[in-house]
């Protein structure tokens, strides 16, 4: 475990990795290169170029704007109840001992953004109080550029650093991830991407998630889950949950923040959840809850929490929903074995079996400074600084130049 340096040389840096990430769109509008590719976006990109709508969202949303019984008024501050039990069901399954027992409560919020952010708020007011956790934060390295500054702005200032990806096998190192967990002070909250890790793509398996559930329990750990992309990295719905699934059945006490931004394709809609599991003081924490969200956004917007409701709440919509998030998982694992055999025909002492593993959207080639700029200045690919790309962004129309382009950037470093 160590206490990590916020360098702004470092490439993991994330006031750099948020400023680069801005310029990069920036310089990819003001390109006129024909071959141009933006592979440093966020969102799903389908294969004509562009985010679009899933047909079954366009249509639901399409029937709420022609809803004459919706009147315009405030939602709830904590968000409408049936959007919040049908998330909080998504997470945990229905039939969750946590759901069943009534020690789980969840909260509509601003995108993910705001579900870290209100628990972040509630770690810092909780751990004045003599709660069952305290600091410091521990996040991944490398991890999403917003994370540390989120909980920063929380005033949460103890936040360290776990090791997670291995630079040298192009995945995760778990025997490092294990090492620094257990050497953690006891009751720290970790920070963990239930499925797509944000930017790395790189996944634990389900034996890998026993035995950190195992490290967490012995040190009296909190894990704090980032579900961001449920269901697009395996396709499977379950399979995305199993991490928070698995350590509520262990009775670890947890938060999760949940995005439907990818899995809706509801960018600007900002539906996010944070889902609260507690042995004690449920209500307590309610409360607190709601006297936060106050402060910090009100209430929830309506339109896209409607949206996600309507869809949970009718088996033939979730059914085509289920469908449309397993076509865009397929089509991403598609891309990646399509990009790995490409590069393999390239030549070179290169091995690239670890771009087909799942990891939803995101990817990391373990590029090197010289070989992202490269790639930016001469062959007019934007990927992020660390060397890491959405995959979605790549198409038929494009793949071959993206692969060859990544093999000169290597090649030039031989």
């Known amino acids: 475990m160590h206490r990590r340096k916020m360098s702004a040389r470092s490439v993991f840096d994330g006031a750099v990795f948020m400023s680069s990430e801005m310029k990069l769109l920036e310089d990819f509008k003001r390109d006129s290169h024909p071959d141009k590719v933006n592979l440093a976006g966020r969102e799903y990109v389908g294969e004509h170029g562009h985010t679009t709508w899933l047909p079954l969202v366009r249509k639901i949303k399409q029937q709420i704007a022609t809803d004459l019984t919706l009147t315009p008024e405030y939602p709830p501050i904590l968000g409408i109840p049936e959007f919040t039990r049908r998330a909080t069901e998504l ?48 996040l991944s390295s490398p991890c999403d550029d917003s994370l540390l500054g989120t909980f920063k702005a929380a005033g949460i200032e ?4 776990y090791r997670y990806w291995d630079a040298e096998s192009n995945g995760v190192c778990v025997e490092n991830m294990v090492h620094d967990l257990e050497n953690a002070p006891e009751r720290s909250v970790v920070v963990l991407f239930a499925s797509g890790h944000s930017p790395t793509g790189a996944e634990l398996s389900q034996e890998d998630w ?18 961001s992309a449920q269901g697009l990295c395996s396709g499977s719905l379950k399979q995305d949950a199993w991490p928070v699934r698995h350590c509520v059945s262990l009775g670890l006490e947890l938060l999760c923040a949940q995005s439907f931004s990818h899995n809706f394709g509801l960018y600007g ?42 869809v949970l709440n009718n088996p033939a919509h979730l059914v085509e929903w289920q469908e449309s998030v397993k076509a865009i998982a397929e089509r991403c694992m598609l891309i990646r074995e399509r990009l790995r055999e490409r590069l393999r025909l390239l030549g070179g002492p290169w091995h690239w079996d670890h771009i087909i593993k799942p990891g939803g959207l995101y990817c990391c080639f373990g590029l090197n400074t010289q070989q992202v700029e490269f790639l930016v200045q001469k062959k007019h690919i934007y990927v992020l600084p660390n060397g890491c790309l959405n995959v979605s962004a790549i198409n038929s129309r494009n793949l071959d130049y993206v692969a060859e382009s990544i093999h000169q950037a290597l ?4």
């Not at 409560?105 to 007011?125: D, I, K, N, P, Y």
């Not at 090649?411 to 031989?414: A, F, I, Y």
């Open 210 to 227: 026993k035995r950190l559930a195992e490290v967490m329990v012995t040190r009296q750990l909190f894990p704090f889950f980032l579900m």
């Open 269 to 310: 809609e900002r539906v996010g959840h944070l889902l609260c599991v507690l042995k004690q003081n449920l209500l307590a924490v309610q409360s607190q809850a709601e006297k936060l969200v106050q402060t910090l956004w009100s209430c929830p917007p309506m339109e896209g929490a409607r949206v996600v409701t309507t």
């Open 91 to 138: 997470a945990l399954g229905k039939d969750s001992p946590a759901i069943v027992e009534s020690r789980v409560f969840g909260v509509q919020t601003v995108g993910c953004t705001g579900a870290v952010r209100l628990g972040a708020e509630l770690l810092r007011s909780c751990c004045c109080s003599n709660s069952s956790w305290s600091g410091p934060i521990l």
């Open 158 to 161: 103890d936040v360290q650093h």
């Open 411 to 414: 090649s030039s470093q031989l």
